[in-house]
């Protein structure tokens, strides 16, 4: 199928594999369903909005090419990534909850020596210079941005329950004695903090944790910095959502519950384009 080039859309929802984004295909009236790139990509409506929805492949370089190929096409307003993610142990994230990204921490640039990875800050070159401000490893995601801005407004930290596909709010400053069981319990905490993206996912939680005390990050995925530095990069809003289908570093698919991370992060998508309904 052809695309017009001169088609623009008011925003553009990515993820890394089918899955992640399904949830959301019966919101859009009127799709059109096409190969680009690569991908598949669904463009339609969501009310007053144009929306696309589409995967991009796994992993940084995919994650990337996509999304430049769709904003030099489709010239999108902003760009949503999302999908699920492994959740460090001993943060404030458990399996099911959905982390909002404040920034996008690249977990594999730098040097690599007995001590561990370095930052780029090293070799002295930054990953990106925008607005003036040289960035090394870290993205801003929230840093005055208005899509930002909005989608804390919309869905503040607190307590969520999904209702027939809807993010319905609970409350927030409630602890886990008030119903957050984590491991797929119907209610689920809403975080905004830093996400990392590496290449090479933790294997083991021994791993996982040495990432997490040098990072910083709460969670980690294999796509977000790439489409966030992407994003700078071509001046468009960006935000990432990530629903936790496992701990980070363990590898057994029993534990996960992927299916659980897709509904969530979809949830609050769905919240975001119906604008808090």
């Given amino acids: 199928m052809s695309v017009d080039c001169a088609v623009g859309v008011d925003v553009a929802i990515l993820g890394a594999v089918k899955p992640e984004v399904e949830p959301l295909l019966p ?19 969501h009310e007053d909005r144009s929306v696309l929805i589409g995967t991009t492949g796994l992993g940084k370089v995919n994650a990337a090419i996509t999304a430049a190929a769709i904003l030099e096409t489709f ?39 007995r001590k561990g990875i370095e930052s780029p800050r090293t070799i ?39 209702d027939g596909g809807r993010l319905r709010f609970l409350g927030s400053g409630l ?54 530095q992407t994003c700078l990069r071509y001046e468009i809003p960006f935000l990432e959502c990530r629903a936790m289908s496992n701990v980070a570093g363990n590898r057994d698919r029993r534990d996960w519950k992927l299916e659980l991370a897709f509904e969530r992060c979809c949830a609050v998508v769905r919240h975001w384009l119906e604008g808090g309904r």
């Fill in 27 to 45: 919101l859009l009236s009127q799709a059109r369903v096409f190969s680009f790139r690569g991908e598949v990509l669904h463009l339609g409506t």
């Fill in 75 to 113: 010239g999108a307003g902003e760009v949503w990534n999302v999908g699920c993610a492994g959740a460090y142990e001993n943060g404030p994230l458990r399996i099911g909850d959905v982390l909002i990204s404040q920034e996008a921490i690249c977990g594999d640039e730098g040097i690599l020596s």
């Fill in 124 to 162: 002295g070159i930054p990953l990106l210079t925008h607005q003036g401000q040289a960035l090394y490893e870290t993205f801003p995601i929230a840093a005055g941005s208005w899509a930002y801005d909005r989608a804390l407004r919309l869905t503040p930290p607190g307590l969520y329950r999904v």
């Fill in 175 to 228: 602890e886990d004695g008030d119903g957050h069981g984590g491991n797929g319990a119907e209610v689920f905490r809403t975080v905004h903090g830093p996400s990392l993206t590496i290449s090479l996912v933790s294997g083991d939680r021994k791993t996982a944790g040495k990432r997490r005390e040098r990072y910083g990050g709460l969670a980690e995925d294999m796509e977000g910095s790439a489409i966030a």
